[in-house]
């Protein structure tokens, strides 16, 4: 449980800032928040005895909020407690009344960890790191799409409809980078600019991209950890700002079938923990063997890390269509083709952008998959296939899985990331994505109506 130093650093932050509610939040496997709102006196009465909790059961629900029930969820549904972290405390600037949040981390009644908490995945693996003298720097990149809210304005639009700008104007033809497209929705951005203020993330830039309505945010590259609080947090920030100007705001990864999708790129590289130096490079600026090696691990492992990269049946038409998405682990120089892009740069900025992600992931289990993979090529000594100069689009080799039922299998068939991220997590999450996977297979879709209903 938190230390009374740490209980009182969060106390004294709480009377500074004139605090009168508190927000203490957990990432669900889909990156949704989840958790309570208190009043701050109760927050605080219940901060060191234990009175934070919530079912374990949270972490076996599935996108619908369906539970699944298996050896380590069951009908008990045992509570679990939350210990917030007073790293992660912002005010929340879209509530009335003053209030606060902390992201938490999660311990069962025994004492131990919860493995299975997203949050606590990424950590492990951070672990790994640390134990080997590392220390991992990411920045990751979200593409999002607005879309128009219209009809009711509590439920999501039946079908995707592109969103209009304070012109009434529709945003479909501005094109990437356009800065027009950008104004057009300037006071959005500006809100989200200033609520990521106040709740404390370090946002880079902004960006419109080629689709429909397709905008991308960036995160300031820094320590893995927090960065992925900042993105679980980004998306909550982008979907409330979203809709106090009448539109959603969708990190889904392919909302228009024919248009481009929307990608969570991930640029990681690793320095060493005493010095900072950065071990992807020599002094002199040249790729190291553990450079190579980080790369042939993301090769080598990325089918088994698909399902985090790309967790529902909508993720495999992005990485299908070609469209700036990769379709295999081949890797290049200043390539966009490929899955794995080394940018331009210097000695001390090498690093390897991870193209696979889409936008719909869940930023710390997507972040700790893709270092997984890495540390494991680092450790393993491994070693990269040559380098793509042209177009990888074409190539039939390193393919990645083109559908989520080759995902679950190749999860389910790696023992290695069962020993390391452990069978509670890697069990609990498969069984939560073939719940998914049954309960949609279960839907007529589109396509199905069009050409089966009447046809056949």
Same mark, same amino acid.
């Given at each position: 449980?938190?230390?009374?130093?740490?209980?009182?650093?969060?106390?004294?932050?709480?009377?500074?800032?004139?605090?009168?509610?508190?927000?203490?939040?957990?990432?669900?496997?889909?990156?949704?928040?989840?958790?309570?709102?208190?009043?701050?006196?109760?927050?605080?009465?219940?901060?060191?005895?234990?009175?934070?909790?919530?079912?374990?059961?949270?972490?076996?629900?599935?996108?619908?909020?369906?539970?699944?029930?298996?050896?380590?969820?069951?009908?008990?549904?045992?509570?679990?407690?939350?210990?917030?972290?007073?790293?992660?405390?912002?005010?929340?600037?879209?509530?009335?009344?003053?209030?606060?949040?902390?992201?938490?981390?999660?311990?069962?009644?025994?004492?131990?960890?919860?493995?299975?908490?997203?949050?606590?995945?990424?950590?492990?693996?951070?672990?790994?790191?640390?134990?080997?003298?590392?220390?991992?720097?990411?920045?990751?990149?979200?593409?999002?799409?607005?879309?128009?809210?219209?009809?009711?304005?509590?439920?999501?639009?039946?079908?995707?409809?592109?969103?209009?700008?304070?012109?009434?104007?529709?945003?479909?033809?501005?094109?990437?980078?356009?800065?027009?497209?950008?104004?057009?929705?300037?006071?959005?951005?500006?809100?989200?600019? /200033?609520?990521?203020? &106040?709740? !404390? +993330?370090? *946002?880079? =830039?902004?960006?419109?991209?080629?689709?429909?309505?397709?905008?991308?945010?960036?995160?300031?590259?820094?320590?893995?950890?927090?960065?992925?609080?900042?993105?679980?947090?980004?998306?909550?920030?982008?979907?409330?700002?979203?809709?106090?100007?009448?539109?959603?705001?969708?990190?889904?990864?392919?909302?228009?079938?024919?248009?481009?999708?929307?990608?969570?790129?991930?640029?990681?590289?690793?320095?060493?923990?005493?010095?900072?130096?950065?071990?992807?490079?020599?002094?002199?600026?040249?790729?190291?063997?553990?450079?190579?090696?980080?790369?042939?691990?993301?090769?080598?492992?990325?089918?088994?890390?698909?399902?985090?990269?790309?967790?529902?049946?909508?993720?495999?038409?992005?990485?299908?269509?070609?469209?700036?998405?990769?379709?295999?682990?081949?890797?290049? /120089?200043?390539?966009? &083709?490929? !899955? +794995?892009? *080394?940018? =331009?740069?210097?000695?001390?900025?090498?690093?390897?952008?991870?193209?696979?992600?889409?936008?719909?992931?869940?930023?710390?289990?997507?972040?700790?998959?893709?270092?997984?993979?890495?540390?494991?090529?680092?450790?393993?000594?491994?070693?990269?296939?040559?380098?793509?100069?042209?177009?990888?689009?074409?190539?039939?080799?390193?393919?990645?899985?083109?559908?989520?039922?080759?995902?679950?299998?190749?999860?389910?068939?790696?023992?290695?990331?069962?020993?390391?991220?452990?069978?509670?997590?890697?069990?609990?999450?498969?069984?939560?994505?073939?719940?998914?996977?049954?309960?949609?297979?279960?839907?007529?879709?589109?396509?199905?109506?069009?050409?089966?209903?009447?046809?056949?």
């Amino acid at each position: 449980m938190p230390n009374s130093d740490e209980n009182a650093k969060i106390e004294k932050w709480l009377n500074e800032n004139s605090v009168q509610d508190v927000e203490i939040l957990v990432s669900d496997f889909a990156g949704i928040s989840r958790g309570k709102k208190l009043p701050v006196n109760k927050f605080v009465r219940a901060l060191g005895s234990g009175g934070l909790r919530l079912p374990e059961s949270l972490f076996g629900m599935t996108i619908d909020c369906d539970f699944i029930g298996n050896k380590y969820i069951t009908d008990l549904e045992e509570d679990v407690f939350l210990e917030p972290d007073f790293a992660t405390a912002g005010l929340v600037p879209w509530c009335e009344r003053a209030t606060a949040f902390f992201i938490c981390d999660v311990r069962k009644m025994d004492g131990a960890m919860l493995s299975m908490a997203p949050r606590q995945v990424l950590k492990n693996v951070l672990s790994l790191y640390a134990e080997r003298g590392w220390k991992p720097i990411i920045a990751p990149e979200f593409e999002f799409t607005l879309l128009a809210r219209d009809g009711d304005p509590d439920n999501p639009p039946a079908s995707p409809a592109p969103p209009t700008g304070k012109s009434g104007r529709l945003i479909v033809d501005k094109g990437i980078l356009s800065i027009d497209g950008i104004t057009e929705f300037g006071s959005l951005f500006d809100d989200v600019r /200033r609520y990521c203020k &106040s709740m !404390g +993330l370090p *946002v880079d =830039a902004l960006v419109q991209e080629t689709g429909v309505g397709q905008f991308e945010f960036n995160v300031a590259h820094g320590e893995p950890l927090h960065m992925a609080d900042h993105s679980f947090q980004f998306k909550r920030i982008m979907k409330w700002a979203a809709v106090k100007h009448g539109l959603y705001a969708s990190f889904m990864a392919k909302p228009y079938p024919g248009d481009f999708g929307n990608a969570m790129h991930i640029h990681q590289s690793v320095v060493d923990a005493k010095t900072d130096l950065n071990v992807f490079a020599d002094k002199d600026g040249n790729d190291t063997e553990l450079f190579g090696a980080h790369i042939a691990g993301l090769q080598k492992y990325a089918a088994a890390a698909m399902l985090f990269f790309a967790p529902y049946s909508n993720s495999y038409l992005r990485l299908s269509s070609k469209l700036s998405s990769p379709v295999n682990t081949h890797w290049g /120089r200043e390539n966009r &083709s490929v !899955g +794995l892009r *080394v940018p =331009a740069g210097g000695g001390a900025s090498r690093r390897i952008e991870n193209r696979i992600a889409g936008s719909d992931t869940n930023p710390y289990l997507a972040i700790a998959a893709s270092l997984l993979c890495g540390y494991l090529g680092m450790i393993e000594g491994g070693k990269p296939s040559e380098p793509v100069t042209g177009s990888a689009y074409g190539l039939t080799t390193n393919r990645l899985p083109q559908n989520i039922y080759a995902s679950l299998k190749a999860l389910e068939d790696c023992d290695t990331f069962r020993d390391l991220l452990g069978d509670e997590f890697i069990s609990t999450y498969l069984d939560v994505k073939r719940a998914e996977v049954k309960t949609r297979s279960n839907v007529l879709s589109s396509w199905d109506i069009k050409y089966l209903l009447t046809n056949v």
